[in-house]
């Protein structure tokens, strides 16, 4: 029989960790970066701080609910259409046209679609980028979680939905760009996206909500809630018995992630100035996921520097191995899922194991 | 005494045209603590799987005034019933405080649920010393000894607040000293909820036990009061019929009851 005494409180240092680490994390984006970085590593970084946003939501949900979430590209897209959508319209309304310009040329030159319409609006389009995913999300996952579809089935299904998002919208090039998707956006509400000072503006905007929306899901992963979730996760029939419906608890944190993918989506659009359907279909969705597996996706730090560490390695190695990155990016994947199941966050927890492993203490899970 | 009574009636599962449960009727009244033998695959767990929503089933289960067949899992539990399982399952990287923080949470609302848990809550405090865990309430329950799991999961239906009990073998696997004392722990429970314990350790039923029921092949070969069930021939066919049966011996005299031919006895 194993006896064990019992663990004293925590000291004051390791209470301060996270509020520290917080702050730290705050000088480095918002202070260090923009002094240290060039216009355009900046605007790279403001890209991969974008990818860090979807990571933090597929912290939640897979970290910690154990969801397989392989369709973020669905919500990424929605988020950056519903944006791309607003900008364009802003933009031709700036030039005096009613129509942006790819409709121009591609369309039958007639009226604006009426689901555009709305678009025209700030702040309808603004709450779409949101709501869109979460709605979309919320009636994806009743039918599934209710269903009890399985990790397998819902890792297909979510990239199937990915998939079918980004052939609809190649098909509709008249409405939606097609393949080219909404490109050349010139002004975000007003202010012009070539002048450098306006495109750090949108960084400072990306890394602060990156800060908040991190500080929040650190907030749901130590609550009550959090609890639950990983009590799901790891055996949901039991919750179950204990009088709680897991498809609701796992609903919450898929559509909660699939909100912050959108609103990723959104930034995204005046960060890199391109919503398409090649930013969101079947390997973009495996890509959102890569950077938090990497990095550990149960440690909301890890998968969020997995994320920017990860995007960062793909477009400096793209550029220098065309092609290969496909390849890299599917090996990583399975090393990281396979062998470090808890990604770089765990590696120095696993390290220390093997050292002092004691055949007496045998039960690790 | 207080709480329901469970009332099953001709209770029937089948799993692709095998009958694991074949039409038990049992009742067993508020404040029992009733004991569930019988040998190895003769539907135990079945019928709590039935009574608790994981297995389909016909005929009829009333707890109090509720009918429970054909409701989902997480509503029958929330009428008050709980269970255990033959193997003993807690989250494993929770701590034991979060474990039994849980278990008693089912009915708490969304601002509560997003606020982190600031101490421990008084329930939780109450199971943790009955189940004598105060020690290690904040050690992840994977690290638990078995019987201190199997004596979590009672400590997580004491903090759900149920009215009745459904252990799945709580005793395997114990030493003499943790059975005494979780037979112990299961007569306190009872004094204010129904307990039904699946065991195959005789003596420890012939210890704890109030009323016995045997099952065999999916039905109720005999039920009453531990020295009724003993004395029963038909039980002691079965039990001695048996070399698998880890305990045999049943009781001393055997007296047999040719009479109760009424129970249908199929091999
Ligand atoms: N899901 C299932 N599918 C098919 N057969 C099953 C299933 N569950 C149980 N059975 C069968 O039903 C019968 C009763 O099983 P059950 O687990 O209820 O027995 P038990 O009395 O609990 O036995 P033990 O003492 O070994 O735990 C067994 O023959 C078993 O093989
Ligand atoms: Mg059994």
């Known amino acids: ?365 | 005494m207080s709480g329901e009574g469970l009332t099953v009636r001709d209770l029937r599962v089948t799993f692709d045209g095998f009958t694991a449960v074949d039409g038990v009727d049992l009742d067993i009244r508020p404040g029992d603590l009733r004991f569930l033998i019988g040998p190895n695959g003769a539907g135990k767990t079945t019928l709590v799987d039935a009574v608790t929503g994981l297995v389909k089933a016909t005929g009829s289960v009333r707890f109090g005034e509720q009918d429970l067949l054909g409701k989902p899992v997480h509503k029958i539990a929330r009428l008050g019933i709980g269970r255990t399982f033959q193997t003993a399952t807690v989250f494993e990287e929770l701590t034991v405080v979060q474990n039994l923080d849980i278990a008693a949470g089912a009915g708490r609302g969304v601002r509560t649920m997003l606020r982190r848990r600031k101490d421990v809550p008084e329930p939780v405090a109450r199971a943790l010393e009955t189940i004598g865990l105060s020690r290690l309430r904040d050690r992840p329950a994977g690290v638990l000894a078995h019987g201190q799991k199997q004596w979590l999961e009672i400590g997580m239906l004491l903090v759900q607040d149920v009215r009745l009990l459904l252990l799945d073998e709580p005793v395997a696997g114990m030493s003499h000293d943790e059975r005494e004392a979780t037979g112990e722990l299961l007569r306190r429970v009872s004094e204010d909820r129904t307990v039904v314990v699946i065991e195959h350790d005789m003596d420890f039923m012939r210890a704890y036990a109030r009323s016995v029921s045997v099952l065999h092949a999916g039905k109720v070969l005999s039920e009453g009061s531990v020295a009724e069930v003993q004395a029963d021939a038909k039980v002691q066919e079965v039990y001695l019929g048996r070399a698998c049966e880890p305990e045999p011996a049943l009781g001393p005299a055997p007296t047999p009851a040719p009479a109760a031919a009424s129970v249908a006895e199929e091999a």
Request: charged fraction near 10%; glycine fraction near 12%.
């Open chain 1, 1 to 365: 029989m194993t006896t064990i005494t019992e663990t004293p409180p925590a000291p004051l240092s390791a209470r301060l960790r996270v509020p520290g680490a917080f702050v730290l994390g705050a000088v480095l984006l918002l202070g260090a970066a923009p002094l240290a970085l060039s216009d355009f590593r900046l605007s790279l970084l403001a890209k991969y701080l974008c990818y860090a946003i979807v990571a933090v939501g597929v912290s939640l949900a897979w970290g910690r609910g154990g969801l397989m979430v392989l369709g973020q590209g669905v919500f990424f897209g929605l988020g950056g259409y519903a944006m791309a959508m607003h900008l364009k319209l802003a933009d031709a309304a700036a030039t005096g046209e009613t129509l942006p310009d790819f409709m121009q040329l591609y369309g039958t030159g007639d009226a604006l679609p009426w689901w555009w319409k709305p678009f025209a609006n700030p702040g309808f389009a603004l709450a779409m980028t949101v709501l869109l995913p979460m709605a979309v999300a919320a009636l994806l996952g009743f039918f599934v979680f209710q269903r009890r579809v399985k990790g397998a089935y819902f890792a297909i299904l979510s990239q199937a939905l990915a998939a079918a998002l980004s052939v609809w919208l190649v098909g509709q090039q008249a409405t939606t760009g097609g393949t080219n998707g909404l490109t050349d956006i010139q002004g975000f509400f007003g202010y012009s996206l070539d002048d450098p000072v306006n495109q750090r503006m949108v960084y400072f905007v990306i890394a602060a909500v990156l800060l908040l929306l991190m500080a929040a899901a650190r907030q749901l992963f130590v609550s009550r809630y959090g609890e639950l979730l990983v009590a799901v996760r790891d055996s949901e029939e039991r919750v179950r018995f204990l009088g709680y419906n897991p498809a609701n608890v796992k609903l919450v944190a898929y559509v909660v992630a699939a909100g912050m993918a959108g609103l990723a989506g959104a930034l995204f659009v005046p960060a890199v100035g391109i919503i398409s359907p090649a930013l969101i279909g079947i390997v973009p969705s495996i890509g959102f996921v890569i950077g938090a597996a990497v990095g550990g996706r149960a440690s909301l730090v890890g998968a969020v520097l997995g994320a920017i560490a990860v995007a960062w390695a793909q477009s400096t190695l793209s550029d220098a191995f065309p092609g290969a990155w496909t390849y890299l990016q599917g090996l990583l994947f399975v090393l990281a899922v396979g062998f470090l199941p808890g990604g770089l966050a765990s590696l120095g927890i696993v390290l220390r194991r093997r050292r002092t492993r004691t055949p007496a203490t045998g039960e690790t899970a």
